[in-house]
T-cell receptor
């Protein structure tokens, strides 16, 4: 079945460590997105990519980095510079960037600090 | 960044009741979307709206794209226990979606 796969489902990080969250899609979508969700805050955009080898910062990019080397993959690295990384992270994709296409979401990764 | 005002923040209703929630924006949007999120999962698309005034149904769900293009509402008729969850509105002007903060729906059997 086509869809978006995020892994792992749960991730624990020690202070000072970088961690990478995986997002893979087999929907042949051009655009991919990363959101952070905190209780009562809705979804906030971290980074997005409309094409391979290109990406743009969202509203809360500080402390995060991404890469888009392949169309189907958009990993997110939470760096040690992100002082409050505990959150639920959601990856999404859409078929045609910039043309109001609905985004489809993975099931998320919950990151916690040990 | 842009923000959407979604209301109410939470609702407690009896099974069988109808539900209404809405989103407003200070900006004009070309697209309004409604999503539902169950605990520990990603949001799932319920309804997509692309034209001002558009009224679209998906089973017991009905959503409308406001004439001013600055608002949208979602109605759920005859609620059932599996309607429990968080409902998000999202708007777009051809840029990445802007999300509301969600309406948490609880259904009392």
């Amino acid at each position: 079945d086509g869809g978006i796969t995020q892994s792992p489902k749960y991730l624990f990080r020690k202070e000072g460590q970088n961690v990478t969250l995986s997002c893979e899609q087999n929907l042949n979508h051009d655009a991919m997105y990363w959101y952070r969700q905190d209780p009562g805050q809705g979804l906030r955009l971290i980074y997005y990519s409309q094409i391979v080898n290109d990406f743009q910062k969202g509203d809360i990019a500080e402390g995060y980095s991404v890469s888009r080397e392949k169309k189907e993959s958009f990993p997110l690295t939470v760096t040690s510079a992100q002082k409050n990384p505990t959150a639920f992270y959601l990856c999404a994709s859409s078929s045609i960037p910039g043309v109001n296409q609905p985004q489809h979401f993975g099931d998320g990764t919950r990151l916690s600090i040990l | 960044g842009q923000q959407l005002n979604q209301s109410p923040q939470s609702m407690f209703i009896q099974e069988g009741e109808d539900v209404s929630m809405n989103c407003t924006s200070s900006s004009i949007f070309n697209t309004w979307l409604w999503y539902k999120q169950d605990p520990g999962e990603g949001p799932v698309l319920l309804i997509a709206l692309y034209k001002a005034g558009e009224l679209t149904s998906n089973g017991r769900l009905t959503a409308q794209f406001g004439i001013t293009r600055k608002d949208s509402f979602l109605n759920i008729s005859a609620s059932i226990p599996s309607d429990v969850g968080i409902y998000f509105c999202a708007g777009s002007q051809g840029t990445p979606l802007v999300f509301g903060k969600g309406t948490r729906l609880s259904v009392i059997a």
